[in-house]
DNA sequence: ACGCTCTCCTGGCCGC
DNA sequence: TGCGGCCAGGAGAGCG
């Protein structure tokens, strides 16, 4: 599940090979993503070059000579660069062959992700038109959480995964971003004071920071560029931790799901 | 406007 | 070995 780090790590990976590449095909062997691919999409982008590579939210952005690709990778979405003589299996659904003789290649079996062309601005596309700060800049900070949230009564973990508010947090980042600052995550977001909000923001951008650092987190299948996976997996403090005792005081970790999504805290360190 | 639930999808795992 | 049921969850749609 890619979030800002797994995202960010992607981005990094794919720059070195696919930017100054001329695009020289495009196969698409299965355009139903959450939407479907526009349907000209392959002959549009054929012999464009790719200019940029750049990630808004856990977006990835594809400049190209008369457009942006906005890629986003759902659950499971891949990108990777592989050899141009690499067989696709089952999910490979799209291909970029390029100039230099590399595949970029997209994979998702969920297909929870999606592909967009766009020819203007990015942040004007309306997937990106309501995307709140990103957290690793100084916008994200305690007074902005606090100011945002005076009249919010939905708990915590959801609101730092509302992408509306702050993007690229998704569960796992929620989960343990609530652990490393002790807060916990059913608390109203509006019960929160403004120095428990300045304590979560350092949280969030560390561990996004220390994510990155680790090559992200590989929980099932996550892998970079090179397909290889990230480590931050080893530094989990609670995430996919249910069952089992808290490393800081040796408590069960309690389970419940909010919003539908897993959620586990420390009792006793998390208030 | 807000907050909640439903929905899309496949692979992996469990119990029988 | 097969099959049904459940779970994983990003985020838009729809509803009260």
């Not at 596309?125 to 957290?135: A, M, S, Y």
Request: charged share 20%; aromatic share 8%.
């Amino acid at each position: 599940m890619p979030e800002l780090p797994e995202v960010e790590i992607i981005c990094r990976g794919i720059a070195g090979h696919v930017v100054n590449q001329q695009i020289v095909k495009v196969v698409i062997r299965n355009n139903k993503l959450r939407w479907p691919i526009w349907t000209n999409l392959a002959k549009n982008l054929s012999q464009q070059t790719i200019k940029v590579i750049n990630r808004r939210a856990k977006y990835i952005l594809v400049t190209c000579t008369h457009g942006t690709l906005i890629i986003h990778l759902g659950m499971t979405g891949k990108l990777r660069v592989v050899a141009s003589n690499t067989l696709a299996t089952k999910h490979d659904h799209i291909d970029f062959l390029l100039s230099n003789g590399n595949v970029l290649r997209y994979t998702d079996p969920r297909r929870f992700g999606s592909i967009h062309w766009t020819t203007k601005m990015p942040r004007e596309h309306k997937l990106l038109l309501h995307l709140g700060v990103e957290p690793l800049t100084i916008k994200f900070s305690g007074a902005y959480l606090f100011d945002r949230t005076r009249e919010k009564n939905v708990n915590i973990k959801s609101l730092l995964m509302d992408q509306a508010i702050v993007v690229g947090i998704g569960n796992i980042y929620a989960n343990e971003a609530l652990f490393h600052a002790g807060i916990r995550p059913t608390r109203p977001a509006k019960t929160i004071s403004l120095s428990e909000y300045t304590v979560l923001v350092k949280q969030v951008k560390f561990i996004l920071k220390k994510a990155i650092n680790k090559g992200g987190t590989t929980i099932k299948d996550f892998v970079n560029a090179e397909g290889k996976p990230g480590y931050f997996v080893q530094e989990l403090m609670v995430y996919g931790r249910i069952g089992r005792f808290c490393y800081q005081c040796n408590t069960a970790l309690q389970n419940i799901r909010l919003n539908q999504r897993s959620t586990v805290f420390c009792p006793v360190c998390q208030r």
